[in-house]
């Protein structure tokens, strides 16, 4: 593929760990994408570790997508052809303590993207999106015509009301072709260890809590609540390695330029896991014992859900490669390079 407009693609949130996954696949598959980024739950040192992966240069503008003209400003300049808005807070706990941090963020990012692509002819968008629409669902596994129930956090409903926003756009503007990629619960790291999930604070999720407690950064693993109607009490998700989820965002591209109108699928493995099966699949691929101890339910925490990917198998013609222990395995050697990482800084 040559480098002209067809290939240059805008990614905001570009140095996010969903993001960063995504340039390393872009690249690989011919593309050219060009990254905004805030830094705002990211690292700029990822583009250091994205050139060694690529072996080229990633272009990144440091700057806020929220910022129309500068995203219009990019687009212009590069001659974007597609964009994948990445750019999203996404810790669930969080967007119920401060609502408007998200409200204004999630949704007035993708005003402003959309105004963008609209004052400069840009057609394509995939959309990162979320099994959280789905709510709890009623019936498993969920497919993309399972009913969107009531959002259980702020951060769920800015999903849906994204959603439904690109929706109502494609409805007005007939040409125009959007993505909604609802993703289930992405781990894992790149297999050689250079980029990986790089969360702030305490974890959010399940992996990098896990990790970490094994690493003895934290005490121990707490699992919230061991008493939901499943196999063995914990609650069960379906875990997707983020590389498979990378490829699926290049595959929903090409997508993109052949159709037109809002189009949703989902992304996962297709089958759930328990908290506890994760813990023994982890111990299982590399021979440690994770700490943990057994918590309270959190509240807003789904039962149980996974994903019908059938439709996202035959329309993008993507399917998973790795394995539970495949992610578990990535995420733990990214972990210990981490800490050799901190060690070296120290030293």
Not at 19 to 32: K, R
Not at 46 to 54: M, N, P, R
Not at 75 to 87: K, M, V
Not at 108 to 128: E, H, P, Q, Y
Request: proline letters at 5%; aromatic letters at 8%; a negative charge.
């Amino acid at each position: 593929m040559t480098d002209n407009r067809s290939n240059r693609i805008l990614v905001t949130g570009g140095a996010g760990f969903i993001g960063s996954h995504t340039v390393v696949e872009l690249v690989s598959a011919g593309f050219s994408p060009v990254v905004i980024d805030n830094f705002a739950n990211s690292e700029p040192e990822v583009l250091a570790e994205l050139e060694k992966i690529t072996g080229s240069p990633v272009l990144c503008i440091h700057g806020d997508c929220a910022d129309e003209a500068l995203v219009s400003k990019i687009i212009s300049e590069n001659e974007i052809s597609g964009i994948i808005h990445f750019a999203a807070y996404k810790a669930v706990g969080e967007s119920v303590q401060e609502p408007l941090k998200y409200y204004q963020n999630n949704i007035g990012s993708l005003i402003s993207v959309l105004r963008a692509m609209k004052a400069t002819g840009v057609k394509n968008l995939v959309f990162s999106s979320s099994c959280t629409v789905y709510g709890q669902p009623d019936h498993l596994p969920v497919t993309e015509f399972s009913a969107v129930k009531p959002a259980t956090s702020p951060y769920g409903y800015t999903k849906q009301v994204c959603e439904e926003m690109l929706k109502d756009v494609c409805r007005a503007e007939h040409d125009l072709s959007v993505l909604a990629l609802r993703y289930f619960n992405p781990i894992g790291a790149h297999p050689d260890g250079l980029i990986g999930e790089l969360p702030r604070g305490v974890p959010n999720n399940l992996v990098p809590f896990l990790t970490q407690s094994v690493a003895g950064i934290l005490p121990e693993l707490v699992i919230h609540g061991t008493d939901y109607n499943t196999p063995d009490g914990s609650c069960i998700r379906d875990y997707i390695h983020v590389c498979d989820l990378a490829i699926a965002h290049v595959k929903a591209l090409e997508k993109a330029a052949q159709s037109h109108g809002f189009q949703v699928y989902n992304l996962g493995q297709g089958r759930g896991h328990t908290v506890l099966e994760v813990i023994t699949a982890f111990e299982r691929a590399t021979g440690l014992k994770v700490p943990y101890r057994i918590g309270p339910r959190r509240a807003g925490d789904v039962e149980q859900i996974w994903a019908d990917t059938s439709k996202s198998n035959a329309e993008l013609g993507w399917k998973t490669r790795y394995t539970i222990e495949d992610a578990l395995s990535h995420a733990w050697n990214w972990q210990q390079n981490l800490m050799r990482r901190k060690k070296a800084n120290l030293s």
